[in-house]
């Protein structure tokens, strides 16, 4: 099944994220398929960039997002 979650980079205490489409089985920060955008929680507001037309076509597809990553996906508006 594919999924659509975040992977974690960043160092120690200062995190960020990249949205991606992996297989549910590959570990976290493994292997991924495409990268759909960024998540910074640390900005004030958080910054969230997307692309939106990606993230469709992959939904369209089948693909699962996860529920941080549905909510990220809400925010920024699809």
Known sequence: ???IRLTRLGS???PFY???VADSKTR???PFIEILGTY???????EIKLDLDRA???LQKGAQPTDTARKL???AGL
């Open 40 to 46: 910074d929680p640390l900005k004030e507001p958080s």
């Open 56 to 58: 469709k076509l992959w």
């Open 1 to 3: 099944m594919v999924k």
């Open 18 to 20: 990249r949205v991606i």
């Open 73 to 75: 996906m809400q925010k």
């Open 12 to 14: 120690h205490k200062k």
């Open 28 to 30: 976290r920060d493994g």
